[in-house]
């Protein structure tokens, strides 16, 4: 079973910088697709990011330029740098995988597993 394992989450004021970070158990992440979403309170669910199995990425229009998904194939880690942050971008982050996807096309999907949230506060 995979286990998703988020980290990184804080407190910054805007402007700053944040790094998520997602540990898998139990999946190689590097062969299938993964992805960050969030969700802020009132708000719906929300892609931000997703990488492939061969490392195209996909950026939400309103990150674009200021975040960047990556992956560590020997960590077995996904990654969510986040710079230039706003307090727009406060909301519950969670990462996400799916051994049924290769590509971001057919990501998220109904066998897509998540990890348990990390909160990112944004001060301004």
């Known amino acids: 079973q995979v286990q998703l394992v988020p980290s990184g989450g804080g407190s910054v004021q805007a402007g700053g910088s944040l790094r998520l970070a997602c540990a898998a158990s139990?999946?190689?992440?590097?062969?299938?697709?993964m992805g960050w979403f969030r969700q802020a309170p009132g708000k719906e669910r929300e892609e931000v990011a997703c990488?492939?199995?061969?490392?195209?990425?996909r950026y939400a229009d309103s990150v674009k330029g200021r975040f960047i998904i990556s992956k560590d194939s020997p960590k077995n880690t996904l990654y969510l740098q986040m710079n230039s942050l706003t307090a727009e971008d406060t909301a519950m982050y969670y990462c996400?995988?799916?051994?049924?996807?290769?590509?971001?096309?057919?990501?998220?999907?109904?066998?897509?597993?998540w990890g348990q949230g990390t909160q990112v506060t944004v001060s301004s």
């Open positions: 990488i492939d199995r061969d490392a195209p990425t």
């Open positions: 996400a995988a799916d051994p049924m996807s290769t590509t971001c096309y057919t990501f998220p999907s109904s066998s897509t597993s």
């Open positions: 139990g999946y190689t992440l590097s062969r299938f697709s």
